[in-house]
């Protein structure tokens, strides 16, 4: 983009102006933070793709694919890049999420996932840095919230880069939007930026410019079940627009209704939270409350409480005490009858309970044990297995015992799960 004599952006505005280099694909190299300055300027729309240094085979081809399918994609598809055909990223792909929702940690699970990515999640920045500090070689990418308790993600981006002088890349993962918020992740090392809520397809795409993608027939993607498709419009909800949820995380029935159930076990006492980190003198925390709020509501499709969080989130970073409070009622507003909503509905998504010849099954020990190693690997296939063995381990264990069992695995609190199959066990 730099370039002694003719810069990269004035070859740019030539060669698009020259008849026979019209449509000639064209890439810009550049640093992540001259990437973000001119996609401000009037010239964005000149460029197919954007190579960021430090350029890697993986980026190159990856820019090189997404340029030459603007420009003409018959040459893309010629090569394997039908229609029909997803992608995702090439295994093995081991991915540290550095993120304290637990709402947050289950969605982005589930979409890492089913892109073809294993991951581990560290809670807050430090625990993210110490991770790296033992085992750095271990990740090929580390996703990196933004606001976090202990250490937030600016910080830990930059012990990243200082001290364990590491160049793998970092990418940001806010709510916020605006071009300060994205100049100071790029500004603290930060490699890229991917807002909140999470869209898959963005995710891929930025994913894409640092890892390798792979084409993968459609007949062999995963589907959906039939009925998680429908399941946020039958279920009636008039508070929240799932379908753009359950398309993100790709039509997982039981991934949905964990969310939910988080949701509506933080959801009555948020602004109340809110209030008494307030009361307490506790501003930052409660801003960081708020931003959180924001994150969720947006996620969920709650878009005028995630608006109203937003208000308030500036409102407490301005100091502004009138404003804050006409905020929080505005808040308190919107989640009451979102919480009305979940009360009501949240039980038709929950499966029936199987009947009662599925108690006398056996309770196979290979099965049971591939279950232990899913939850000691925090994998998702944790919940496909506990559903096969739902009917036998009912057999085993205390209708209370099952529904705590069943509720940990939901919610990903896999620690609590393996304590009551312990208990079981002894």
């Not at 807050?124 to 308790?149: I, K, N, S, W, Y």
């Not at 996620?299 to 409480?305: D, I, Q, R, S």
Request: proline letters at 4%; charged letters at 20%.
């Amino acid at each position: 983009m730099k370039m002694p004599g003719i810069n990269g952006l004035q070859l740019i505005d030539t060669l698009r102006q020259l008849a026979h280099t019209s449509n000639v694909p064209l890439v810009l190299m550049a640093t992540a933070y001259s990437r973000e300055a001119y996609l401000q300027s009037e010239q964005a729309e000149l460029t197919d793709a954007f190579l960021l240094k430090p350029v890697t085979s993986s980026s190159l081809f990856n820019a090189a694919i997404e340029a030459c399918g603007k420009r003409c994609p018959q040459m893309v598809h010629s090569h394997g890049t039908r229609a029909g055909n997803k992608q995702r990223l090439k295994p093995p792909v081991h991915i540290l999420l550095v993120e304290d929702n637990a709402m947050n940690q289950m969605v982005a699970r589930g979409m890492l996932e089913q892109l073809g990515a294993t991951l581990e999640i560290a809670n807050d920045g430090a625990e993210g840095v110490d991770m790296l500090r033992t085992a750095a070689d271990r990740f090929a990418l580390v996703l990196m919230d933004v606001q976090m308790p202990v250490m937030d993600g600016y910080s830990a981006t930059r012990l990243i880069r200082s001290e364990l002088q590491l160049d793998l890349p970092v990418i940001a993962v806010s709510a916020g939007v605006t071009q300060a918020e994205r100049d100071q992740c790029l500004a603290c090392g930060m490699n890229d930026f991917v807002g909140k809520p999470i869209d898959a397809a963005q995710l891929l795409q930025v994913l894409g410019r640092f890892l390798t993608l792979e084409n993968v027939a459609s007949q062999e993607a995963p589907k959906a079940p039939p009925a998680a498709a429908k399941v946020a419009g039958d279920a009636g909800f008039r508070t929240l627009d799932l379908e753009p949820t359950l398309a993100n995380i790709g039509g997982d029935r039981k991934l949905l209704r964990a969310l939910l159930q988080e949701f509506e076990r933080e959801a009555t006492s948020l602004i109340k939270d809110v209030r008494q980190l307030l009361a307490a003198g506790q501003q930052r925390d409660a801003a960081r409350k708020l931003h959180t709020i924001k994150g969720t509501a947006a996620t969920l499709g709650a878009g005028e409480l995630a608006q109203a969080a937003k208000q308030a989130e500036l409102a407490v970073n301005d100091g502004n005490v009138g404003q804050i409070d006409e905020c929080l009622q505005r808040c308190q507003a919107l989640l009451q009858p979102i919480i009305t909503e979940l009360q009501v509905l949240l039980p038709t998504l929950i499966d029936t309970p199987k009947d009662s010849s599925t108690s006398t099954q056996t309770l196979d020990a290979t099965q049971l044990q591939q279950l232990i190693v899913s939850l000691q690997s925090s994998s998702m296939a944790a919940f496909d297995q506990f559903e096969a063995l739902q009917g036998a381990l009912s057999a085993q264990l205390e209708p209370s015992q099952l529904e705590r069992l069943e509720q940990a695995i939901d919610t990903l609190d896999y620690a609590t799960a393996l304590a009551i199959l312990q208990t079981m066990h002894n």
